[in-house]
């Protein structure tokens, strides 16, 4: 495990000794967010999502993100008419964490993939009929995207994200664009 360890250190190290610069970027993303509960699919609340990214580049590949968001989704009904009243699905959370993402930067278009650790301070609402939580609070979560960065520069995005809340049994995920905003080299 230390040779492991020790491998990846060294590479992080050499490659950003081979760097000329490093781009200090903020990264602005905003979409539609929804909330689902973790045992339910036929229903889900709907809102909006945003979020904002102090990026750090590793090198082209990998860069480390600092985030803050804002998620509020609220129930829309239920698609299937069945649990009509008996079913709910609400967030209205703050959203903070760290998170690293991964991409093969071609020229034009950059795929990436995200994963990180967060806090969500807020309330949630999860009523299905195997839960029934109404938790307001700081809960962790976990933050998962996939997406594509666009433009000769990569400076625009569009993703799927997603926020798994394990202490209120839901999910809250959106359908974001993103602009990355230069702000400084050093």
């Known amino acids: 495990m230390k ?7 060294t590479i ?3 490659t950003r000794a ?4 490093w781009e200090e970027v ?8 929804i909330s689902v509960p973790y045992d339910e699919v036929g229903y889900f609340g709907a809102g909006v999502y945003a979020q904002g990214e102090y990026l750090f580049g590793v090198n082209e590949w990998i860069d480390l993100r600092a985030y803050a968001g804002y998620t509020l989704a609220e129930m829309k009904g239920d698609l299937s008419g069945s649990n009509a009243g008996r079913t709910k699905s609400t967030a209205s959370a703050v959203l903070f964490g760290g998170k690293a993402r991964v991409r093969y ?12 650790l967060g806090g969500s ?7 299905t009929p195997n839960i029934n939580n109404d938790k ?6 976990i933050p998962f995207s996939l997406g594509v960065e666009l433009g000769p520069r990569h400076n625009m995005s ?3 994200t997603s926020y798994f809340h394990t202490g209120v049994k839901q999910f809250t995920a959106a359908a974001a664009i993103g602009i990355r905003i230069p702000i400084g080299y050093y």
């Open 3 to 9: 040779k492991v360890l020790f491998t990846i250190l």
């Open 18 to 21: 081979q760097a000329q610069y």
């Open 136 to 141: 307001k609070g700081l809960f962790a979560h």
């Open 158 to 160: 569009v993703k799927l």
């Open 121 to 127: 301070l807020g309330s949630f609402q999860t009523v």
């Open 12 to 14: 992080f190290a050499v």
């Open 105 to 116: 930067p071609f020229e034009w278009v950059a795929p990436f993939a995200e994963l990180g």
């Open 26 to 33: 903020i990264d602005v993303s905003v979409g539609y967010g």
